[in-house]
């Protein structure tokens, strides 16, 4: 597109075309009162002949038609600068859900360890009362089914992270050997803002309704190009030729016309006017419909917007109040597992008691995991609606 702009620019004073040619010439002797030689254009006595010219037009006023045309491809550039704004945005989000899931992925094979690790314990201690005696067996079964759950769900978690490590590989085109920092999954700590700020923010910064800005000020410049196409263009004409026959005569008269030998230059006011002003009149009233129709796609998208960053913005909402509940909720489970633990030391408790505890821990855990990333991706979507990057999470 810069460089639709230079050919913009170049193009209007690069009219200029040269000609040149060589070949034979017959030998052509005399002048306007007697020649030796007849109209036959072949003879045996056979020379050459050369002929260079230029000429062209440098515009001087044109009404308007050149700087219509550099104010459209002005605003095609950045239309082009605000799409590579725009699949910026789309690539963080992406590289953001990469790194969130493989976070995720992680902490979650760790939860399942610690809790296999428990378990272990746990079986390793119902198995010795089993054989003496002290203890069901039925428990210990239970105890087993769940510890073989565990692993399979670690098998499902392990694939989790091998696909968002190489999806975010192929993200940030680093390749094999990269990796991210071993830090858990944290949620993002920032205040929400009232959404009126967000929805301003879409609409300084939003690269989609810049591209219509952009695209809305060529169209009107296309519009007035077509409006002034209805009138002349004026230029300085120039133009130089030199021809050369030696075994033609050269005619001196200047009454003579002689295209053989000569040398002629020149410079002229020209204009140059094109009468078809019933097209003219079509392709003004199409360039101003387009112009319409660009003005009705922006207030289109300026409301879809709307829609997308309030969408995003209840979407942080939610994400913050699923995070804090299930925060709550895992601690309490996590006090449950330590009450049974501790009851089974002193005795009060039975092992099996552990693998109810012991499961509503886990799940809390992972659904507080899954509730932090959903909230660090919330957020990573507003900041992607509102073309806002400092509100994504970053630490």
């Not at 098998?155 to 992270?161: F, I, L, P, Q, T």
């Not at 196409?229 to 026959?245: F, M, S, V």
């Not at 003005?295 to 960053?309: K, N, P």
């Not at 925060?327 to 309490?332: D, I």
Request: proline content about 4%; charged content about 25%.
């Amino acid at each position: 597109m810069r460089a639709q702009l230079d050919e913009a620019h170049f193009a209007p004073f690069s009219e200029f075309t040269a000609v040149g040619g060589f070949g034979l010439a017959p030998t052509v002797r005399g002048n306007n009162i007697y020649s030796p030689n007849t109209e036959v254009s072949l003879s045996g006595s056979m020379g050459v002949f050369w002929r260079i010219g230029v000429e062209g037009v440098v515009p001087l006023w044109t009404f308007g038609k050149l700087t219509n045309l550099w104010h459209a491809a002005e605003a095609q550039i950045k239309v082009g600068e605000n799409d590579v704004n725009k699949q910026k945005n789309v690539v963080k989000l992406d590289v953001r859900k990469a790194y969130f899931g493989l976070q995720l992925a992680r902490d979650g094979l760790a939860l399942l360890n610690e809790a296999a690790g428990k378990l272990d314990k746990a079986i390793e201690h119902l198995d010795q009362e089993v054989k003496a005696g002290n203890a069901d067996e039925i428990d210990l079964y239970k105890l087993r089914t769940f510890r073989f759950e565990l692993d399979g769900r670690r098998s499902e978690a392990g694939r989790y992270e091998a696909i968002a490590l190489a999806s975010l590989r192929f993200l940030t085109g680093e390749g094999q050997g990269f990796d991210i920092p071993g830090d858990p999954l944290r949620p993002a700590k920032r205040q929400l803002a009232p959404v009126a700020q967000y929805l301003q923010a879409a609409r300084i910064n939003r690269p989609e309704v810049n591209m219509l800005r952009a695209g809305l000020v060529a169209r009107e410049a296309q519009a007035d190009l077509a409006r002034s196409k209805y009138l002349p263009d004026i230029g300085l004409a120039l133009g130089a030729t030199w021809a050369r026959a030696p075994l033609v005569s050269d005619q001196l008269n200047p009454y003579i016309r002689d295209d053989a030998n000569f040398l002629r230059y020149g410079a002229a006011l020209a204009m140059r006017w094109q009468l078809d002003f019933l097209p003219d009149g079509a392709r003004l009233a199409q360039a101003n419909a387009a112009v319409e129709e660009l003005r009705e796609t922006e207030r289109y998208a300026l409301g879809g917007i709307g829609v997308e960053v309030e969408t995003a913005y209840a979407q942080v909402r939610d994400a913050q109040t699923r995070e804090q509940a299930y925060g709550a909720a895992q601690r309490t489970a996590r006090q449950w597992v330590i009450a049974i633990q501790q009851g089974i030391d002193v005795g009060t408790k039975d092992d099996a008691d552990l693998v109810d505890a012991a499961r509503q821990w886990a799940l809390q855990r992972y659904n507080h995991l899954t509730a932090t990333m959903d909230l660090n991706l919330a957020w990573s979507s507003l900041a992607l609606v509102t073309a806002w990057d400092d509100v994504a999470p970053t630490e």
